[in-house]
C-alpha cells in the first residue's frame, strides 16, 4: 500500500489510511501489508497493527521512497495486490503492480480525483486501474465520469468514528473558560484552514454572523484547526467587527478534540467540495446538530438529510434561518442511532467484505464466501447492500 500519510500525521486521509489498515490487520485473508508512506510529519505515536510493515525510511524524501519502491520490485515474495492510497502516488503504483503482476486498487477520497489532475500520467493511468475503493458514492462517480471506469468497480467505503470515544459530553470548564464561552450559545466548525480548502465553508458561516447576531448578540464562533489560511480569515473577521464572536482556536491536540465538539450548540460545515466529511460524522456522534451542504458528499454521509440540516451554500438566507432555528431549538444533546452505520465496527466489517471479493477475482473464482457489502449507504439500511451494480 502506497500511501500520502496515515500513522504520525492528522487529517482525513491520514485517519482513513489508518482505520483501513487496522481493519485489514484483522482480516484473516490478510497475512501481510507492506505500506510505503509518503509523509510522516510527527512522530509515530500510535500503535503498529501487528501484520503492518509500515517502512518509516520512505518517508525520508522522494529518492528514498522510490529506492523502497525499487527494493519492493524486485523482492521475491509474492505480491496480490498493490493499494494506491491517493492517485497522485498512481505511477509509483501502477509500476509496482505490473513488475509484481499484481491487481491495482486506487483509493478515491474526494476533490482530489473528481476531476483530471495536473499530473497527466496519472490521469492515463486512472483509465487502467483493476478496482476502486471510494469514500462515497458521490465521489466515485465524480471520477468515474472522466476516468472511464465502471461504477461496478467501485466499492464504497465511508470513513468511521470510534463512537466510544466521540460521545456527547458535558461542556469542559476549562475549555469554557480559556474561550470565554460562559452562558453562550457556540457555533463550530472544524478543519484545515489552507488556502487551497476554502470550499469548507467558513467564510459562508463568518459572512452571515452580522445576522445571526441580531438574534443571539452574545453567540460565539468558534474554529477550531490552523493553516495558512488563517491570518486571511482573523483579517476578515476584523473588517467585519466580529473580534468579539469569532474564537480560532489554532491547532488543538486529538486528546482534546471530543471536549471541543461537545462546546457547540450546533456544528455548521456549508462546504462545496468535501468528498465524505468525517468531521459532520464526529460532531453527530456527539449528539450536536449539523448543518451541511447539499451540494457535495456531506448529503450522502447526512443520509440525505435524515441526520442532519442540509443547506446550499450559495443560499445564504436559507443558512441562516437554518441556523437561527436549530440554535432557537436549544433541544438536548442526542445522538442518533443510525450513526452506528459509521462506527468503527461496522467499517472493519465493510473492509472484510471488500479483502473476500479482492481474494475471489485474484483467485479467480468465488472462494471467499458472501462479498456484498452490508449496509445500503443510500437509504442506510442495514439488510441492503452499496454495491452500485445491484441497485
Same mark, same amino acid.
Given at each position: 500500500?502506497l500511501?500520502?500519510?496515515?500513522?504520525? &500525521?492528522?487529517?482525513?486521509i491520514? %485517519?482513513?489510511?489508518? !482505520?483501513?489498515?487496522?481493519?485489514?490487520?484483522?482480516?484473516?485473508l490478510?497475512?501481510?501489508?507492506?505500506v510505503?508512506?509518503?509523509l510522516i510529519?510527527?512522530?509515530?505515536l500510535? +500503535?503498529?497493527p501487528? &501484520?503492518v510493515?509500515y517502512?518509516r525510511?520512505?518517508?525520508?524524501? %522522494?529518492?528514498?521512497f522510490l529506492?523502497? =519502491?525499487?527494493?519492493?520490485?524486485r523482492?521475491h515474495?509474492?505480491?496480490?495486490?498493490v493499494? #494506491?492510497g491517493?492517485?497522485?502516488?498512481?505511477p509509483a503504483?501502477?509500476?509496482?503492480?505490473?513488475?509484481r503482476?499484481a491487481?491495482?486498487v486506487?483509493?478515491?477520497?474526494?476533490l482530489?480525483?473528481?476531476? +483530471?489532475?495536473?499530473?497527466r500520467l496519472?490521469n492515463? =493511468?486512472a483509465?487502467r486501474?483493476?478496482?476502486l475503493?471510494?469514500?462515497?458514492k458521490?465521489?466515485?462517480?465524480?471520477?468515474?465520469r472522466?476516468s472511464?471506469?465502471?461504477?461496478? +468497480?467501485? $466499492?464504497?467505503?465511508p470513513n #468511521? /468514528?470510534d463512537?466510544?470515544?466521540?460521545r456527547?459530553? !458535558?461542556?469542559d470548564l476549562r475549555?469554557v473558560?480559556?474561550? @470565554?464561552? +460562559? *452562558?453562550?450559545?457556540?457555533?463550530l466548525?472544524?478543519?484545515?484552514?489552507?488556502?487551497?480548502?476554502?470550499?469548507?465553508? $467558513?467564510?459562508q458561516?463568518?459572512?452571515i =454572523?452580522?445576522?445571526?447576531?441580531k438574534? $443571539?448578540?452574545?453567540?460565539k464562533?468558534?474554529?477550531?484547526g490552523?493553516?495558512d489560511?488563517?491570518?486571511?480569515?482573523?483579517?476578515?473577521?476584523e473588517?467585519?467587527?466580529l473580534s468579539?464572536?469569532?474564537?480560532?482556536?489554532g491547532?488543538i491536540?486529538e486528546?482534546?478534540?471530543?471536549?471541543h465538539y461537545?462546546?457547540?450548540?450546533?456544528?455548521?460545515m456549508? *462546504?462545496?467540495?468535501?468528498g $465524505?466529511?468525517?468531521v459532520? /460524522?464526529?460532531?453527530?456522534?456527539?449528539g450536536?446538530p449539523v448543518?451541511?451542504?447539499?451540494?457535495d458528499g &456531506?448529503?450522502?454521509?447526512l443520509l440525505?438529510?435524515r441526520l442532519g440540516?442540509?443547506?446550499?451554500?450559495?443560499?445564504t438566507?436559507?443558512?441562516?434561518?437554518?441556523?437561527?432555528? /436549530? =440554535?432557537e431549538?436549544?433541544?438536548s444533546?442526542h445522538?442518533?442511532?443510525d450513526?452506528?452505520?459509521? &462506527?468503527?465496527?461496522?467499517?472493519n466489517?465493510?473492509?472484510?467484505?471488500?479483502?473476500?471479493?479482492?481474494?475471489?477475482?485474484i #483467485?479467480g473464482?468465488a472462494?471467499?464466501?458472501?462479498t456484498?457489502?452490508?449496509? !445500503?449507504?443510500?437509504? @442506510?439500511?442495514? !439488510?441492503?447492500?452499496?454495491d452500485?451494480?445491484s441497485?
Amino acid at each position: 500500500m502506497l500511501v500520502s500519510d496515515g500513522f504520525g &500525521s492528522f487529517g482525513g486521509i491520514a %485517519k482513513f489510511n489508518r !482505520d483501513f489498515l487496522r481493519a485489514l490487520d484483522g482480516c484473516s485473508l490478510v497475512q501481510r501489508v507492506h505500506v510505503l508512506p509518503r509523509l510522516i510529519p510527527e512522530p509515530v505515536l500510535e +500503535q503498529i497493527p501487528e &501484520s503492518v510493515v509500515y517502512e518509516r525510511s520512505a518517508a525520508r524524501g %522522494k529518492a528514498t521512497f522510490l529506492s523502497r =519502491l525499487a527494493a519492493h520490485a524486485r523482492h521475491h515474495k509474492r505480491v496480490d495486490l498493490v493499494i #494506491c492510497g491517493h492517485i497522485h502516488l498512481l505511477p509509483a503504483a501502477w509500476l509496482l503492480a505490473r513488475l509484481r503482476g499484481a491487481r491495482l486498487v486506487l483509493i478515491i477520497h474526494g476533490l482530489e480525483a473528481w476531476t +483530471q489532475s495536473p499530473k497527466r500520467l496519472a490521469n492515463w =493511468l486512472a483509465h487502467r486501474v483493476d478496482a476502486l475503493v471510494a469514500v462515497s458514492k458521490y465521489s466515485a462517480e465524480r471520477f468515474t465520469r472522466w476516468s472511464s471506469r465502471s461504477m461496478d +468497480q467501485a $466499492f464504497i467505503l465511508p470513513n #468511521c /468514528v470510534d463512537l466510544d470515544q466521540f460521545r456527547p459530553q !458535558d461542556r469542559d470548564l476549562r475549555l469554557v473558560e480559556r474561550y @470565554g464561552l +460562559q *452562558s453562550r450559545k457556540v457555533i463550530l466548525t472544524v478543519g484545515r484552514l489552507a488556502s487551497t480548502e476554502r470550499y469548507k465553508g $467558513f467564510d459562508q458561516v463568518i459572512e452571515i =454572523l452580522p445576522q445571526i447576531t441580531k438574534r $443571539f448578540p452574545t453567540i460565539k464562533y468558534l474554529i477550531v484547526g490552523d493553516g495558512d489560511d488563517r491570518s486571511r480569515l482573523e483579517r476578515k473577521v476584523e473588517t467585519l467587527g466580529l473580534s468579539n464572536c469569532v474564537v480560532f482556536s489554532g491547532y488543538i491536540p486529538e486528546s482534546e478534540k471530543v471536549a471541543h465538539y461537545n462546546l457547540a450548540d450546533v456544528y455548521v460545515m456549508p *462546504s462545496r467540495a468535501e468528498g $465524505f466529511g468525517i468531521v459532520l /460524522v464526529e460532531a453527530l456522534a456527539c449528539g450536536i446538530p449539523v448543518i451541511g451542504s447539499r451540494v457535495d458528499g &456531506s448529503r450522502e454521509t447526512l443520509l440525505d438529510g435524515r441526520l442532519g440540516h442540509l443547506v446550499d451554500p450559495n443560499d445564504t438566507a436559507r443558512l441562516i434561518e437554518t441556523m437561527t432555528a /436549530v =440554535l432557537e431549538n436549544g433541544a438536548s444533546r442526542h445522538r442518533f442511532d443510525d450513526v452506528e452505520i459509521y &462506527s468503527t465496527r461496522k467499517f472493519n466489517e465493510r473492509v472484510k467484505i471488500w479483502c473476500r471479493s479482492q481474494a475471489n477475482e485474484i #483467485c479467480g473464482r468465488a472462494n471467499y464466501g458472501d462479498t456484498r457489502p452490508a449496509i !445500503d449507504f443510500e437509504f @442506510g439500511r442495514d !439488510d441492503g447492500v452499496c454495491d452500485p451494480k445491484s441497485r
